[in-house]
């Protein structure tokens, strides 16, 4: 076998059978464990490319062997790893299943030494020499590669030309699945052929793959030619020839790439940059990931990286944002917006580091933080026996659709001791509404006893079917509406926007008011609340606790 170590995961329950296998393998394998089927199944899923064998348990608590086993034979990618079972039964039934189920092999309890070495060193050996061939290497629709086979092929390319420049692309189509609403199945297959065929003509000396969808990758050693005016002459040709009208075709390149990275940070790496086009390709289609996208990309990394000490340290703190009734102009709510406070006396914006934590996840804990913090306040204020206006919080998709968090965040406000109609839940609007999923999740916060807030309503693709779907107390009219205030038609789509929320019973606030004149209006209108900088900016905590004080006396 090569030089560099291969990996083996075993997953059993017992830490003494684990340490008895690993000190047996170390010395020729890495060597990864889980303690159950679970966290196996997610080092398997995370690790899968690189895990050469895996050595499982048949009982253990929780998931089974035999269930592991099943779950990995759905699987086509994880399917691609050798199983052996270990067992200490001779029945023959059970090998049988096992063999069903997947598993290539048997290693009987108590283990000779011999005999575990041997059978791992075998079945390494004969996958290493079969492994491309047993998943599906090629796509159905295009004939490309598949994104796992890219994975592979683009790492064999890159040590073929280990002395040479080797640049990554990735090209992607601007909202393809409005093409495909348009346009039908057939008319989007037959444009995501189109750029196949036209990204294989484009790049004869690389490897290319559908890495997904509309996406294609290609990672290749360029020649003089191949500079920025190739790449516009390519997507000007895909963009000319192809079977709809007006298709925009962007790309994200990853150039020099650096050589010891795994091929998937460098398909991230140009997606990224993709991704930083952000919708105004009108000068340029393409960008590489460098300059600002890196820096940016290092920021993010940063956020990432120091998240769990700013928790330490506390540097998570809550802003309050007055809301204020539209006709008495009383204080009547506020709503919790983060802030992140280094030691260094700097603010950071959540503009800048929530979309990072929405995208690793992290996002699932601050939200948490932030809501804890809201109720311990609150909490303190009532027991100082004051009047307390309710002070929303803001909760993510993803930490919605994280499992458990209904429950979690009823029994946090039960614990604190704070009813729940402090708390209001603000959620963003968006088509995602109409799945089941988030209906079952929202009626289960409702009846866990909390208000809901439709965040941000007309920002994004908002539709008022929206209205009908979902329990919402009140909507928020995003700032890009009250700023059609004043315009052609601005003050109708108001108009109609908050009958409508009336007419289904719900409240409705008006979101980045800056104006007398858009107060006015929205006044006009029926507008019950009215959040902005007309009234007040968010306040740090001791500045909203003497509006507190004021609303008391
Ligand atoms: P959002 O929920 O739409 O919050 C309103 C944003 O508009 C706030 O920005 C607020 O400072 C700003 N704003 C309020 N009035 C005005 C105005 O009159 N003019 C202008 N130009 N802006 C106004 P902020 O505090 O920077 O928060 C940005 C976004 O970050 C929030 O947008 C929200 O989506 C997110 N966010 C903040 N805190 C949290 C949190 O704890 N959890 C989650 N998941 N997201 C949060
Ligand atoms: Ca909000
Ligand atoms: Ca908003």
Redesign the pocket.
């Known amino acids: 076998m090569g030089a560099t170590k291969r990996t083996i995961l075993i997953v059993d329950d017992s830490k003494f059978n684990r340490a008895i296998v690993r000190s047996l393998l170390k010395d020729e394998y890495d060597v990864l464990e889980a303690g159950d089927g679970d966290e196996g199944l997610a080092i398997l899923k995370e690790k899968y490319r690189e895990i050469s064998l895996v050595l499982l348990d048949l009982i253990m608590p929780k998931m089974t062997g035999y269930e592991f086993l099943e779950v990995v034979k759905k699987s086509k990618k994880l399917a691609t790893v050798p199983i052996v079972v270990m067992t200490s039964s001779d029945k023959e039934n059970e090998e049988e299943t096992c063999l069903q189920l997947g598993a290539v092999d048997f290693i009987q309890k108590p283990y000779s030494n011999a005999i575990v070495k041997g059978r791992v060193n075998n079945i390494v050996r004969i996958r290493e020499v079969s492994s491309t061939l047993t998943y599906v290497e090629t796509d159905a629709l295009t004939g490309l590669y598949t994104k796992e086979a890219f994975f592979y092929h683009a790492k064999q390319f890159i040590e073929a030309n280990n002395t040479k420049k080797i640049d990554l692309v990735i090209t992607d189509v601007e909202n393809f699945k409005l093409v495909n609403s348009i346009y039908g199945e057939t008319k989007s297959d037959a444009v995501v052929c189109h750029i196949a065929r036209a990204f294989s003509c484009a790049m004869e000396n690389g490897v290319i793959a559908r890495y997904g969808g509309d996406k294609f990758v290609g990672i290749y050693t360029p020649d003089e030619r191949m500079n920025d005016d190739w790449l516009r002459c390519f997507i000007d040709n895909v963009t000319k020839l192809a079977p709809i009208p007006n298709l925009v075709i962007k790309c994200g390149l990853y150039t020099n790439v650096d050589k010891t990275l795994s091929i998937e940070t460098m398909c991230d790496r140009a997606m990224l940059a993709v991704r930083s086009l952000n919708g105004n390709y009108d000068t340029e289609p393409f960008t590489t990931y460098d300059g600002p996208v890196s820096q940016k990309h290092m920021r993010d990394k940063q956020f990432e990286s120091s998240f769990q000490e700013a928790v330490e340290n506390d540097e998570f703190v809550?802003?309050y944002?007055p809301k204020y009734d539209a006709f008495t102009e009383e204080l009547v709510s506020a709503?919790?917006?983060?802030?992140w406070q280094p030691k260094d006396g700097s603010i950071i914006?959540?503009?800048e580091f929530?979309p990072v934590f929405?995208e690793d996840g992290l996002?699932v804990r601050?939200?948490e933080i932030?809501f804890r913090k809201v109720c311990t306040q609150i909490k303190k204020w009532l027991d100082e026996g004051k009047k307390v206006p309710p002070v929303s919080?803001?909760?993510?998709r993803a930490?919605l659709y994280h499992d458990g968090t209904v429950e979690k965040y009823g029994k946090i406000a039960d614990e604190i001791g704070v009813p729940k109609q402090y708390i209001p839940i603000?959620l963003?609007e968006s088509a995602a509404f109409k799945s089941l999923q988030i209906q079952e999740l929202t009626n289960r916060l409702k009846e866990a006893g909390f208000q809901l807030h439709m965040?941000?309503f007309g920002s994004g693709e908002s539709s008022l079917a929206s209205f009908n779907i979902l329990p919402f107390d009140a909507v928020?009219l995003?700032?890009s509406l009250v700023d059609f205030i004043g315009d052609p038609g601005g003050d109708e789509l108001l108009k109609y926007t908050i009958a409508l929320a009336h007419f289904k019973d719900m409240k409705v606030v008006a979101?980045?008011?800056?104006t007398k004149a858009q107060l006015e209006t929205l006044k006009k209108l029926e507008c019950d609340t009215i959040?902005?900088?007309?009234f007040a900016?968010?306040k740090p905590f001791e500045e909203y606790s003497r509006i507190i004080d004021e609303y008391n006396a």
């Open positions: 809550v802003w944002q709503e919790a917006l983060v802030r914006s959540p503009g929530i929405e996002i601050l939200d932030v919080i803001n909760l993510s930490s603000e963003t965040d941000d928020k995003d700032k979101e980045g008011v800056e959040q902005g900088y007309y900016a968010p």
